[in-house]
Structure formats: structure tokens, C-alpha cells
């Protein structure tokens, strides 16, 4: 009996028929779709579930071959997978990888222009298209083609776009969108070397400027450049001019709306006018120890338009000394009518004005005549010094004189003048002052009158004892006393007398009035 001897059940090989697989368009993969055919080497009614999977020789688009592979898993009638073996895999199954539709739309771009209508694109114009690829593939340049080179909104196209996808691009069939939003925008250009002329004040704001040269045009471009501005004040000093400039087309297709230019400042001077003055005068004085003039300003020429100005002057002679002097004169402005600013002019000093110091008039002080007699000469004392001397100067009286009474008559006051000799200066001042000779004033008295008056004050002497050379000190020290301690309207009379005397006025009047209390009370005296 050789029941229950081991042995080995095999899996049977099943084959397969029929088996094709899918075309499909470019995913970036060798993925295939495949369709399995019919397995062949079941047994009986046994059914099992048979999946295929494919592989293409490439994932590039194009012509492609394509391998089957098989698994099983169990099915019905009792069909199991153990008991199989998948058929080997299927190879040489054509299909075809389609290129890739795409459409790529041109960014919203703007530049600034460039005399192109050719941009590149950025990193992240690339980086954008590359989202309509499969991942991993990429735009890795593109052109923007605006569709012109001028500044304005324009459409703009792809062009020259090349796409990495390991074929060359040939994964892909591409299509392309413009846009309708694309800008060139001016470019900005400098000037150099722009100046601005300074000018004489003219009571405008006008302002001469030279134009510099533009930099920055595109190539061989060329533009037409105009210039205008104003200081920003009319008045003199250093101004600000704010330069304005205006672009026009020029050669070599430069034109004026692909550029823009900004306006520049500079500085320049308005230099005050220089007035002109005629007839300014140097006033004449006398000496007073300065060279300082008095000026008269004249009248003023070279004013702008309308303007006024007030002008005062001072001035300075040659020298201090009297005698005929050339004076230089210096002027201030004050702001006038009209607009007229004193800032906006200046006016240099003017010489040669002639003027005269004349000497200083001086006299002689510090001298008395005492009262006295007709009959005898004047009595001058004290000491001689001059009169109005500037102080610091070195002026003396020197010399000396002969004096007379002029028309002598008793019981007045006359004058005293010089007969013979006189007072000069000295000093190394003395020829800027002039000197006049003094006139003083002196109490002519009646000899034998005084005599009587001393002798009705004096009781106790005789008129013959009367000594008239102390007379004023005696009549001084008896003012206050009456004709034999009587008469008091003597004594009051006496007193206006004796104060006639001492201020140098004329006693006469006092002298008749004395003369009359005297007659009949004292005349047993004479």
C-alpha cells in the first residue's frame, strides 16, 4: 500500500493574451495605463483577479514602448492565487506619450526705458510662468516683448521661452497670451554744469541761466533742453534760483516722452547798485579841536526805476587845524519810498569837499580895572587867560598893555581899553583861535564929591584928613551908617552905591542922589 507517500503540489503557470496599454499626455512620469488581456491555463471553472501595472521606457513625450507587469489574487469557482503563478510580464507594448498643452500669459511687467521694447524676465516673472508645468519642470527664460520701445501702456508678448524639462522643451506644445498691462515708464535724466549769472540788483526776479548737459539718454538719442527760473528774492545777497527745465525731441530718435528731468537749485549773487552823488557840501565852522564835518548829502543817481532813498552823511577834514580844509564824506542809506531798499545799494564815500575851520574867537578874562579917579591912570589887575579854549589845547596870553579911560566923566561907569601894546597867543594852539582885545569897566569917582561923602560918614576927620586911596574900603565899611548917625535914606543910598561899585555897574544916578542929601545938611563941610 503506498498511501499517504509525500509529494509536491506546483503552482501552475497561467499565460496571457491580449494585453495592451493606454497613449496619454506627458505627466512628467513613465507611469502607463495598462490593459490586461485574457490568462489563459485555469482550471475548470476557476476565475481569478488579475491587476496589471506598466512602465514606459521614458516619461518623455514621444513614440513608447511599455511593459506589463502581473499580479493575481483570488477569485471565484474556487480559483486561488496560490495555486497560480502571474504570467511573465508582457514587453513591446507601443503607445505614445503626447506633448503637454500649456499656456503661458506674460506677466504684468513695467520698465524703464531703454530705447527697447525688449525686457528680460525676473526670477519671479519665471518663477510664475513655471506654475502652469508639470512639478519639477521649469521656465528658465522667457523674453517680454513690449509692443513698441516708447513710454506709455503697452501689450506685451512672450517670446524666447525656454522650459527644462529634460527634452528640450518637447514635453510640451505652448501656447501664449499677451498682456495688455504692461508700462515703460520715463527714464530720468541729470544735467551737469548748470549756472546761473549774478547780477546788479534790478528790482526783478529774472535770472540768466546757461543750460548744462544732459546725462543719461539711451545711445546715440539726442534731446533739445530749455531752461527757465527766477531768484527766489529781487533783493540783494545770496539768492536760490530754482532752475526749470523743458525737453524737446532731438536727433537719433530722442524724444522728449521717454525722459523726464527734474528741476535742479542754484546759487547765485545779486550784487547791490552802486549810486553816484553830486553836490554834497562840507559845511564851514569854527575851529573846535576835531576834524569832524558836517554834511550835507546831495543828490543821489543810479536809483532802479521809482525807487527813493533817504541819505545822510557824515564826514571827517584833513586835518583839525583852522584854515582852508578838503573834507572826505561817508554816507548812510535809510530805506525810502517806492520799494526803495537801502540793502539793494551801496554808496562809496566821496573827497574833495572843500570847507573852511576858522580860527576861534578868544578873549582876554582874569583882568580888573578898579575903580578910581579921572585924573589918574586905570589900575588893571589879575592875571590874563583866554576865553572858549578847547579843552586839551595848548593856548596861553602872553604880553602886555597900556590902558585909558574912554570919554572919562566923573561919578559914571566907563569903559577901559587898551592905547598902547596889547595881548597875543601862544602855545603851539594858538593859530586856530583869533583874539580880541579886552574892553573892561571902571568907576570914574569925583574926587572932591568923595572927599565930602567920606568925610559926612567919617565925622571924626576933616574933609582934608580924608585919604582917598582907602576910600572904597572905608565907604565899605561904613555903608550902614547915617550923616552924624542920622539920615538914614544917606546911609540906605550910601549902600546902593557902594554895591554899584562892586558890580561894575554906573554909580551916577546913586552919586546925584548922594550929592543932593548932602547939599544943606553938610555943606558947611565943603
Not at 548748470?194 to 548744462?212: E, F, H, L, N
Not at 578847547?390 to 597900556?402: E, K, N, P
Request: aromatic share 4%; with cysteine; proline share 4%.
Amino acid at each position: 500500500d503506498t498511501a499517504g507517500l509525500p509529494a509536491l503540489i506546483t503552482p501552475k503557470a497561467l499565460s496571457i493574451s491580449g494585453t495592451t496599454v493606454r497613449n496619454k499626455v506627458y505627466d512628467g512620469t513613465a507611469t502607463a495605463s495598462v490593459t490586461a488581456g485574457t490568462l489563459g491555463g485555469l482550471v475548470g471553472a476557476e476565475r481569478l483577479v488579475l491587476t496589471a501595472t506598466g512602465t514606459f521606457d521614458s516619461r518623455h513625450a514621444g513614440a513608447r514602448v511599455a511593459q506589463a507587469n502581473y499580479t493575481l489574487a483570488d477569485g471565484s469557482g474556487g480559483g486561488r492565487a496560490a495555486n497560480y503563478t502571474a504570467p511573465a510580464a508582457t514587453t513591446g507594448l507601443a503607445a505614445t506619450i503626447t506633448p503637454r498643452s500649456v499656456t503661458l500669459t506674460a506677466p504684468t511687467v513695467s520698465k524703464v526705458y531703454d530705447g527697447s521694447p525688449v525686457q528680460a524676465a525676473s526670477s519671479a516673472h519665471l518663477a510664475a510662468l513655471s506654475l502652469g508645468l508639470v512639478a519639477g519642470d521649469a521656465v528658465t527664460a522667457a523674453t517680454l516683448n513690449h509692443d513698441t520701445k516708447d513710454v506709455g501702456t503697452h501689450t506685451v508678448r512672450l517670446g524666447d521661452v525656454v522650459i527644462a524639462d529634460g527634452q528640450g522643451g518637447a514635453n510640451y506644445t505652448v501656447g501664449y497670451a499677451s498682456n495688455a498691462n504692461g508700462s515703460i515708464t520715463p527714464k530720468a535724466l541729470t544735467v551737469n554744469g548748470t549756472t546761473v549769472a549774478g547780477k546788479v540788483y534790478d528790482a526783478t526776479t529774472a535770472a540768466t541761466i546757461q543750460a548744462g548737459t544732459l546725462a543719461g539718454l539711451v545711445g546715440n538719442e539726442r534731446l533739445g533742453l530749455a531752461v527757465d527760473g527766477s531768484f527766489d528774492s529781487k533783493n540783494a545777497g545770496q539768492r536760490t534760483v530754482t532752475v526749470h527745465y523743458t525737453v524737446s525731441d532731438g536727433a537719433a530718435g530722442g524724444l522728449a516722452s521717454n525722459y523726464t528731468l527734474s528741476s535742479t537749485s542754484q546759487t547765485a549773487t545779486i550784487t547791490p547798485v552802486t549810486l553816484s552823488i553830486s553836490g554834497t557840501k562840507a559845511a564851514d565852522k569854527v575851529y573846535d579841536g576835531t576834524a569832524t564835518a558836517a554834511i550835507q548829502p546831495g543828490t543821489l543817481s543810479g536809483l532802479v526805476g521809482q525807487e527813493t532813498l533817504q541819505v545822510t552823511g557824515s564826514g571827517q577834514f584833513d586835518q583839525k587845524n583852522a584854515g582852508a580844509r578838503s573834507a572826505r564824506a561817508t554816507y548812510l542809506l535809510a530805506d525810502g519810498d517806492n520799494g526803495g531798499l537801502a540793502g539793494n545799494y551801496t554808496l562809496a564815500p566821496t573827497t574833495g569837499h572843500g570847507a573852511r575851520i576858522t580860527p576861534r574867537p578868544t578873549t582876554v578874562a582874569g583882568l580888573r580895572a578898579e575903580n578910581g579917579f579921572v585924573d589918574q591912570p586905570p589900575l588893571v589887575t589879575g592875571t590874563a587867560t583866554a576865553t572858549d579854549k578847547v579843552d586839551g589845547d595848548d593856548l596861553r596870553i602872553q604880553g602886555s598893555a597900556t590902558w585909558a579911560y574912554v570919554n572919562p566923566q566923573p561919578n559914571t561907569l566907563v569903559d577901559v581899553r587898551i592905547t598902547a601894546g596889547g595881548y597875543t597867543l601862544g602855545g603851539t594852539d594858538a593859530l586856530n583861535y583869533v583874539l580880541s582885545q579886552p574892553t573892561l569897566k571902571a568907576a570914574l569917582i569925583e574926587r572932591d564929591l568923595l572927599k565930602v561923602v567920606a568925610a559926612a560918614v567919617l565925622p571924626t576927620r576933616a574933609i582934608a584928613a580924608v585919604d582917598t586911596s582907602n576910600v572904597f574900603r572905608d565907604l565899605g565899611e561904613q555903608s550902614g551908617r547915617g550923616v552924624g548917625g542920622g539920615a538914614t535914606s544917606f546911609g540906605f543910598r550910601l549902600q546902593w552905591l557902594r554895591d554899584d561899585l562892586r558890580a561894575g555897574r554906573d554909580p551916577s544916578k546913586n552919586f546925584q542922589e548922594l550929592r543932593g542929601l548932602i547939599t544943606g545938611q553938610i555943606s558947611g563941610l565943603c
